[in-house]
């Protein structure tokens, strides 16, 4: 009987553990994603030279503070991934399910723009860098749009239906805005970049990426605590 009662005691303190470390996880993307934009922030009056208009985010790691970047990209990644677990219990759709899977190749992607830096001069680091950004720009808002209307069919997120679609609809705004912008201003050699004006809208799509997230995690923060 005392064999069996420690197990069962055993048994409920593992359960208690992994419930109080999934009641972080919202935390946990909540504040990987404000140390993001908060390092973004900073890294534009630390690095001056990197005109915000013409340069992408990416360029502050070639700066003398790139590792600063890089923990953004790295912060970022954990973000993604944390607001990936505090969703799991309510991802049941198909559809969402595969959003889940393609945030966790975004959160893939994010650390390795983290580790590989976008050279000026075309070498396996630039190359893995652009591919892990193409992976987090083009395929974001798939995921965010999979995963949202995955959640909106829970009943428990219902009351936050409305949130959850305006940060998705922002989400497809800061996309075309930035895919757009390539389009428009997209100079007409390799070697005339002057008119590749398109940082704002870089860095305007990056922040609706994040707002996503922060308003994902923030909504499963409240469901978290309501339990």
Same mark, same amino acid.
């Given at each position: 009987?005392?064999?069996?009662? +420690? ?8 359960? %208690?553990? +992994? ?35 013409k340069h992408l985010i990416s360029e502050y790691e070639l700066g003398h503070f790139g590792w600063l970047m890089s923990m953004a990209f790295f912060f970022l990644g954990v973000g993604v991934f944390t607001m990936v677990l505090c969703t799991w219990p309510f991802i049941k ?8 899977? &393609?945030?966790?190749? &975004? ?34 808002? &798939? ?49 005339? %970049? ?8 870089? +860095? ?8 996503? &997230?922060?308003?994902?995690?923030? +909504? ?8």
């Amino acid at each position: 009987m005392t064999f069996k009662y +420690r197990r069962m005691n055993n048994k409920t303190t593992s359960d %208690k553990s +992994r419930l109080d470390l999934s009641t972080h996880f919202p935390n946990i993307a909540l504040v990987a994603i404000s140390l993001f934009l908060t390092l973004l922030i900073v890294l534009h009056f630390i690095e001056p030279e990197y005109e915000p208009s013409k340069h992408l985010i990416s360029e502050y790691e070639l700066g003398h503070f790139g590792w600063l970047m890089s923990m953004a990209f790295f912060f970022l990644g954990v973000g993604v991934f944390t607001m990936v677990l505090c969703t799991w219990p309510f991802i049941k759709t198909k559809g969402s399910i595969t959003g889940r899977w &393609i945030f966790l190749i &975004i959160t893939v992607a994010l650390f390795g723009a983290a580790i590989f830096y976008p050279y000026s001069i075309p070498n396996m680091a630039s190359t893995i860098h652009t591919f892990c950004g193409v992976i987090v720009i083009f395929t974001f808002p &798939i995921a965010a749009t999979l995963s949202y209307k995955g959640l909106i069919n829970n009943q428990t997120w219902a009351e936050y239906r409305k949130s959850v679609s305006v940060a998705t609809w922002l989400v497809w705004v800061g996309f075309i805005v930035f895919f757009g912008s390539l389009i428009i201003f997209h100079p007409e050699t390799s070697e005339n %970049k002057a008119g590749l004006v398109v940082g704002w809208q870089n +860095r305007f799509m990056m922040f609706t990426y994040s707002y996503w &997230i922060l308003v994902v995690g923030y +909504r499963a923060k409240a469901i978290k605590n309501k339990n």
